[in-house]
């Protein structure tokens, strides 16, 4: 206990030092139209974090320090890194102009409006984790995740053998790319989460609950039939491995997310044995992201770019990836371009667009981001871009913009305590699994998470617990 207080408060007096010295930098060296109060956004949050950390995170006793570092690093990134990259672009401008990428550049009072609404954001989302915590606690929902005692992996096995056995010969039949390593070049970054085809949508389904199911089955055999601890472990992260390479096509977020829930089980496993491999993880990590991101912008990059200039680009992607002010400026214009397109309809197309089988039914074309593309790239054809969730809040809601990302912070809270009441580990993985993009919604787009909700975490979720419930008596 102490050794994690002593870790705790080192994260909590690190990301106050870091805020404070990104708002000094900001208000000093910011030579850029528009981003004059930039740095009241890592100050807003060096304030509003240094109140949570004292009198929330150091006193409470939530014992999911997994969901706590997740989400405070979330709003580290978001608030803290992306303003200081922001400032890089104007010295080392490998992506793009020195205010972005895609599409226009929004007048300054516009972008200030979108700096204070993501100072709102901040103050909203650390009261929501703060009365989660106290909630859960009072509640007695605080159980440890780390604490392996019965919890058991498939308890009944023959509904998923029957289901694994079904996806696998429906994907061989309709899409028998999907489950080779081929994928890995044929499949767009936001596939998993932004279908909106049924017949894909489908494919996705089954094809993320059979990789789970095997990963987790696969996992468990290995514990129990082999003798060697280092082995185990060693067999145990080749296949969670093989399970992301044919699962995260072009997505970063795929890889990392799938990492840590995937060391999450080791750990239930082995303990305490599995950090000996963390270093290794890390390495691991760092080496697939940088490779996605030079496989995927080879057209920013030529052959002979160096490390430095792909670091360069990468936080020079900041804004894109972590939901910066510019996007969230761009999506207040793209609303005031198409306030009246934009309604109920919409709202509704955008919440069951992605549902596989009923996707079809509803209207594509009236889609939040599809009208942020047009507003970038002056096309419909180009449907590459995705709104941010703060400015997705302000174009259905736009007097109180933050409503989403209230609903977000608190859902998180509201799967880990499903995660740590269940005593089935395919449960807790998956919960798991889902905390890491929910956690990470704040800096992704409501149609990325939502998306992830409906085809992987409830068709998930609905498999293993009928699984779970369903018991076929041997004669």
């Given at each position: 206990?102490?050794?994690?207080?002593?870790?705790?408060?080192?994260?909590?007096?690190?990301?106050?030092?870091?805020?404070?010295?990104?708002?000094?930098?900001?208000?000093?060296?910011?030579?850029?139209?528009?981003?004059?109060?930039?740095?009241?956004?890592?100050?807003?949050?060096?304030?509003?974090?240094?109140?949570?950390?004292?009198?929330?995170?150091?006193?409470?006793?939530?014992?999911?320090?997994?969901?706590?570092?997740?989400?405070?690093?979330?709003?580290?990134?978001?608030?803290?890194?992306?303003?200081?990259?922001?400032?890089?672009?104007?010295?080392?401008?490998?992506?793009?102009?020195?205010?972005?990428?895609?599409?226009?550049?929004?007048?300054?009072?516009?972008?200030?409006?979108?700096?204070?609404?993501?100072?709102?954001?901040?103050?909203?989302v650390y009261i929501t984790y703060a009365f989660c915590m106290k909630k859960e606690r009072r509640k007695q929902f605080n159980g440890a995740l780390q604490n392996a005692q019965g919890i058991q992996l498939f308890q009944n096995r023959v509904i998923i053998y029957l289901f694994c056995a079904v996806s696998f010969v429906?994907?061989?039949?309709?899409?028998?790319?999907?489950?080779?390593?081929?994928?890995?070049?044929?499949?767009?970054?936001?596939?998993?989460?932004?279908?909106?085809?049924?017949?894909?949508?489908?494919?996705?389904?089954?094809?993320?609950?059979?990789?789970?199911?095997?990963?987790?089955?696969?996992?468990?055999?290995?514990?129990?039939?082999?003798?060697?601890?280092?082995?185990?472990?060693?067999?145990s992260y080749i296949i969670l491995a093989l399970y992301i390479s044919l699962n995260m096509s072009y997505s970063r977020w795929d890889l990392l997310f799938a990492l840590i829930a995937g060391s999450y089980v080791l750990y239930v496993y082995y303990g305490k044995a599995v950090l000996k491999y963390s270093m290794a993880?890390?390495?691991?990590?760092?080496?697939?992201?940088?490779?996605?991101?030079?496989?995927?912008?080879?057209?920013?990059?030529?052959?002979?770019?160096?490390?430095?200039?792909?670091?360069?680009?990468?936080?020079?992607?900041?804004?894109?990836?972590?939901?910066?002010?510019?996007?969230?400026?761009?999506?207040?214009?793209?609303?005031?371009?198409?306030?009246?397109?934009?309604?109920?309809?919409?709202?509704?197309?955008?919440?069951?667009?992605?549902?596989?089988?009923?996707?079809?039914?509803?209207?594509?074309?009236?889609?939040?981001?599809?009208?942020?593309?047009?507003?970038?790239?002056?096309?419909?054809?180009?449907?590459?871009?995705?709104?941010?969730?703060?400015?997705?809040?302000?174009?259905?809601?736009?007097?109180?913009?933050?409503?989403?990302?209230?609903?977000?912070?608190a859902l998180v809270f509201k799967i880990d305590r499903m995660a740590k009441q269940s005593k089935c580990l395919e449960m807790r993985y998956l919960c798991i699994l889902e905390e890491c993009w929910l956690a990470f919604a704040l800096c992704l787009n409501s149609q990325t998470s939502w998306g992830h909700i409906i085809?992987?975490?409830?068709?998930?979720?609905?498999?293993?617990?009928?699984?779970?419930?369903?018991?076929?008596?041997?004669?």
């Amino acid at each position: 206990m102490n050794n994690q207080l002593t870790l705790d408060k080192f994260i909590v007096i690190t990301f106050q030092c870091v805020s404070l010295l990104v708002s000094l930098i900001c208000g000093y060296y910011n030579l850029l139209d528009g981003y004059d109060w930039l740095w009241c956004l890592p100050l807003t949050y060096f304030i509003i974090f240094t109140i949570f950390g004292y009198a929330v995170w150091l006193k409470d006793t939530y014992t999911n320090r997994l969901l706590l570092y997740l989400v405070n690093i979330a709003c580290f990134l978001k608030y803290v890194i992306t303003p200081l990259s922001m400032m890089s672009q104007e010295y080392f401008s490998v992506w793009g102009s020195s205010y972005g990428m895609w599409g226009p550049t929004p007048v300054p009072s516009v972008m200030t409006k979108a700096i204070f609404m993501e100072c709102g954001e901040v103050f909203f989302v650390y009261i929501t984790y703060a009365f989660c915590m106290k909630k859960e606690r009072r509640k007695q929902f605080n159980g440890a995740l780390q604490n392996a005692q019965g919890i058991q992996l498939f308890q009944n096995r023959v509904i998923i053998y029957l289901f694994c056995a079904v996806s696998f010969v429906y994907i061989l039949m309709v899409s028998p790319d999907t489950l080779s390593l081929k994928s890995l070049i044929s499949v767009s970054e936001m596939s998993s989460s932004s279908e909106t085809s049924s017949h894909p949508g489908i494919t996705i389904v089954f094809k993320q609950i059979l990789l789970i199911s095997l990963m987790l089955l696969m996992m468990n055999w290995i514990y129990k039939r082999i003798k060697n601890e280092t082995a185990k472990i060693s067999i145990s992260y080749i296949i969670l491995a093989l399970y992301i390479s044919l699962n995260m096509s072009y997505s970063r977020w795929d890889l990392l997310f799938a990492l840590i829930a995937g060391s999450y089980v080791l750990y239930v496993y082995y303990g305490k044995a599995v950090l000996k491999y963390s270093m290794a993880l890390g390495c691991i990590a760092v080496v697939g992201v940088f490779a996605i991101s030079r496989v995927k912008f080879r057209y920013a990059l030529d052959a002979s770019s160096t490390t430095k200039a792909l670091i360069s680009m990468l936080f020079g992607q900041m804004q894109d990836y972590f939901s910066g002010p510019r996007l969230v400026a761009q999506s207040i214009e793209a609303r005031r371009m198409f306030k009246n397109e934009i309604g109920m309809g919409t709202i509704i197309n955008d919440l069951f667009g992605n549902v596989p089988l009923i996707s079809e039914l509803f209207d594509q074309k009236n889609r939040i981001n599809r009208y942020f593309c047009y507003y970038n790239f002056n096309r419909w054809d180009n449907t590459t871009l995705l709104m941010p969730l703060l400015g997705e809040g302000y174009c259905y809601l736009p007097f109180f913009p933050w409503f989403l990302s209230i609903f977000y912070s608190a859902l998180v809270f509201k799967i880990d305590r499903m995660a740590k009441q269940s005593k089935c580990l395919e449960m807790r993985y998956l919960c798991i699994l889902e905390e890491c993009w929910l956690a990470f919604a704040l800096c992704l787009n409501s149609q990325t998470s939502w998306g992830h909700i409906i085809q992987v975490f409830i068709m998930t979720w609905v498999v293993f617990w009928i699984n779970s419930k369903v018991t076929i008596k041997r004669h």
